[in-house]
């Protein structure tokens, strides 16, 4: 019997996740709410995670699948001290868009 | 890897000093313990197992030295520290942060698997995205740290999807593997596209030009000690692990590559000093002014087998000035609203000594003989040349004439100017830090064999 990735092929896997990565990134760039932009940033890390896994399964080595391990930890770590920042920031202004950060004028 | 675990350990211990009341010791000790770190560090010289520790850290000449590098800085930083967090009951927080990103950076250069070196870079990173947001109640503090968050997480998603290229190609995190794949004719393409990737996210880690725009506003909102840590540890210690990154990675460098890297090393030194010419804040100007020494960094990639011992000379020379320059602008901006150059107005009467460490700081930076900014350029320059890169090295020498101006700036300000305020006592370790850095810039410009053939 064939594994899944040799039925979709592992071309069709890094596709996906490019595109995944690239909704992340232009999430990032066009998107002005803070929230929005977190999730951005997750679905970009998230993006990388599959395409470890099936790098991971097309070179039958776990290293890679250990990977997503620490990414996912990092990824939680980074999400946590955002969201301390946007608090902060909520509770001097009074809400989370970031075009109303303009102080620092560049 | 014994540097490593002492430094977890320290950053340990700072946490656990507050729960016994030591907070008073934790500075003192912190900063001895870090001394005695540098010194057994510098002087590590037992081989390494291989095979030791998984083969995650390899202790090379180039990991020890540059780990020293930073242990020396953040002793020299923590000094600093003292007095800005005087007040809070937070230190134990701070000291430990920034000890934990000390360990980071060590991560970064003294890495042998791809997995060491996202961890390292990560902990770097998340401890300085805290640290910038950390006046908590003033808003232009929240800001700095949520542009350098949002930045900052971009860079490490493409860092982090250039590795995953790279595992694509290859198999393996393993350092030596990857290095055998770079050099090796049948390489997937998926390698290539991972060594560009990784470039990029380091390319803005670095603030090098297309990807600095984050930098003179982050620098300018965050807390002044934090500003200090961003502008002179953090840009070497990118520029260090972005130097280990293209030896293992990209060692015979495509003529191409080599053509991007010295456009963006032009344009990081072209637009740094320009945009910094109509700065009045001193923090941006700093800002500018390390955009533009990121270019000149970039600049020892063009000749990677020989530039190690320059990147490091180059490296402590502009870091140290960075903290002279710092201990001073501490100093004189510290019961002030902003840190235009107005506060720095006729320094040179109420404090002549602070204004001697600045103008020695922005003389070595803008590149004046005796000091050790000089020799970096020069050695550097000297290297860009026969490496058969004319171009850049007019143009690096146009724009060191530029940042005079502006470094002159300062100075003037310090020296004709008349002082309009009281002169008020800050306590000794200002005085101790800036006099520290500066007599080590004119000891390294002195005499630039004691660490030119450390590597």
Redesign the interface.
Known sequence: MQSILEQVGIGNY?ILSALL?CI??FG?LYRRN?II?FMS?EI??N??NL??VA??T??Q?A??Q??VF??MA?AA??VA??L???V??YR??GNID?DN?K???? | MNTLIAIVGLGVFCLVAEIFNFRKAIIPVSVIALLALFGLTITDNLPQVAGDYSNMIEETSFSKTFSSLFILLTALLLVLSNNVYKNTSKISDFISIKIFMLSGAIAMVSFNN??MF??GI?VLS?AL??LA?SH??D??S??????Y??MG??A??IL??G???L??AT???DVPTLYDASISANTEY?FYIGVILITIGMLFKIAAVPFH?WA??VY??APLIVTAFMSTFAKVVAMAAFFKLITILNSYMAYSYEIVILVISILSMTIGNIMALRQNSVKRILAFSGISHAGFLLMTLLNIGAAANNLLYYSASYALAGVAAFSVLIYVCKNEDDDKIDNFNGLAKRNPLMAVIMSLALLSMAGIPILSGFFAKLFLLNQVISAGFLVLAIVAIVNSMISVYYYFRVILAMYTKDSVKQEVEHGSEFYIVGIVAAVLLIVLGLFPDTILHLI
């Not at chain 1, 102080?103 to 560049?106: C, P, S």
């Not at chain 2, 929240?142 to 542009?147: C, L, S, T």
Request: proline residues 1%; without cysteine.
């Open positions: 890094i990565f992340g990134a990032i803070a932009m940033i970009m890390l993006a990388v395409l470890l790098f991971s097309y070179h080595d290293s890679g250990v990977f620490f990414t990092v770590a980074e001290v955002g301390a920042i946007l902060s920031i001097n202004i970031i950060l102080n620092l004028k560049g | 791809m997995a996202f961890l990560e998340i995205y805290v947001g908590r109640l808003i232009r929240n800001e700095a740290g949520m542009k968050f949002l997480s971009f490490s998603g982090l999807f590795i995953a290229m595992y694509g198999g393996t995190f998926w725009f003179p506003d300018e909102g």
